[in-house]
């Protein structure tokens, strides 16, 4: 989420008058330290209009006009967890309710992702890059079922109807989170030129909407693998309800386990969980799996401009081993092992900040359910991990990427865009802000 490790304790002279904050004896001491720490943080924080506060209510604010919001530690544990590692502490401390945000917390957050960046990694993100946690056959499971199996009821309190837990697709500013995840749906089989009679291998079905979409819509034959047990019992029924258990067949098994030729191959939010050291597993799926002379796929996933790792506290807490890349690090493990040529990139940032905002009010309206099911510091998580989320498309942190590709020397899924966008138009192109 929020890039706030870097460059907190500057250099400077102090706001506070000596005459406030020494005293005799250790408490007075401790006193000048936690002001002394408050000012270096409440320095970072104000170039972007944040307040900081301490829990007996003092704080360095300079500033003459109001601020976006305030951030309150309520104790000195929790004001040297945000010193010391910002990344990871202030989402432990504000889930159990250690720091407090007063104001909009999503414009809060927005603030944090608009500080000037450091041009090198922080030392905890140096690591997390270099050393990534595995997500090998075992371990991959058990990161899909610390987040996905949750439980359907807890989903379906605040995702669409159909259960899309991935960014939709606006085609006009006014759609309807519903209308936009069944675009979304539209863009990524346009994207493919799926025709009747073909096969398609779905790698990470979520609840199985995009592969009943495909086989209803478009006339395909559909293999979905996913290891979320919740979401494929879910998904198996729903394919027996409408009569398309013919056509999908949804396997619990992992995608690397896949055999067969299929005429497309797409994925859709799953590549963010792969981690790094399996892209050469995926490549080799791909190619083994994917018919050279008239394949095609789509990847549709969270990414970055550069290579940084996951938020420490999201990487923790909720999505585990997970690992959003940037395009740079995908062309060799990936495209070039499986000897693909990329043949069209996309960016849908902002349709994932307007998602998530959709996201994020339907679980505002949920609250009292949550927290009487699951707790306050659940809650607390979630709607952090939401609102940070969307702040970080809102500024960039995060970026979309939907990438089509091919194999090498296969003739491309279409000629030109206006083929995947023929109903577009130009009044329709406005960025959903």
Not at 244 to 251: G, K, N, P, Q, Y
Not at 374 to 392: I, N, P
Request: contains cysteine; aromatic residues 12%; proline residues 5%.
């Amino acid at each position: 989420m929020f890039p706030v490790a870097d460059g907190l304790l500057l250099p400077g002279r102090s706001r506070w008058s000596p005459d406030d904050s020494r005293t005799v004896g250790r408490q007075g001491a401790s006193r000048w330290v936690d002001r002394f720490l408050a000012e270096r943080l409440q320095r970072r924080l104000e170039v972007v209009g944040v307040r900081f506060e301490l829990w007996d209510g003092s704080s360095a604010w300079a500033r003459g006009d109001a601020p976006a919001g305030t951030i309150v530690a309520h104790d000195r544990g929790a004001l040297l967890g945000l010193i010391s590692h910002p990344d990871l502490y202030f989402g432990e401390m504000y889930s159990a309710g250690r720091v407090e945000v007063r104001g909009p917390i999503g414009i809060v957050l927005e603030a944090f992702g608009r500080m000037p960046r450091a041009r090198d990694l922080t030392a905890h993100e140096w690591f997390a890059l270099h050393f990534p946690r595995t997500n090998d056959l075992l371990r991959a499971r058990d990161n899909v079922h610390h987040h996905y199996d949750l439980g359907n009821d807890f989903y379906r309190l605040w995702l669409d109807e159909q259960l899309l837990y991935t960014c939709a697709y606006f085609p006009h500013p006014d759609a309807t989170l519903e209308e936009a995840q069944v675009a979304k749906m539209d863009l990524v089989c346009r994207k493919l030129r799926l025709t009747p009679g073909e096969s398609v291998l779905e790698a990470g079905c979520g609840w199985g909407a995009l592969a009943l979409h495909m086989a209803r819509r478009y006339g395909v034959r559909v293999k979905a693998f996913n290891i979320s047990r919740e979401q494929m019992k879910y998904a198996r029924e729903r394919a027996a309800r409408e009569g398309l258990a013919d056509r999908v067949e949804f396997i619990e098994d992992d995608y690397r386990n896949v055999a067969g030729r299929f005429d497309a191959f797409v994925s859709v939010g799953m590549l963010e969980h792969v981690g790094r050291r399996q892209y050469r597993a995926l490549a080799d799926v791909i190619r083994r799996t994917l018919d050279p002379a008239h394949g095609r796929g789509l990847l549709h996933f969270i990414g970055r401009d550069r290579p940084r790792p996951l938020n420490a506290w999201i990487a923790r807490r909720v999505f585990p081993g997970a690992h959003p890349p940037a395009l740079s690090e995908l062309q060799l493990p990936i495209f070039e092992r499986a000897k693909l040529s990329v043949l069209d990139v996309e960016n849908l940032r902002l349709h994932y900040a307007r998602t998530l905002t959709h996201w994020r009010q339907r679980f505002e309206r949920v609250e009292r359910q949550v927290r009487e099911s699951v707790g306050d510091a659940f809650f607390r998580a979630w709607h952090l991990y939401l609102a940070g989320s969307e702040a970080a498309f809102v500024t960039g942190w995060l970026q979309l990427y939907q990438v089509v590709f091919a194999p090498a020397g296969a003739e491309p899924p279409y000629w030109t865009r206006a083929e995947v966008y023929p109903a577009d138009r130009a009044e329709d192109r406005r960025a959903p802000v």
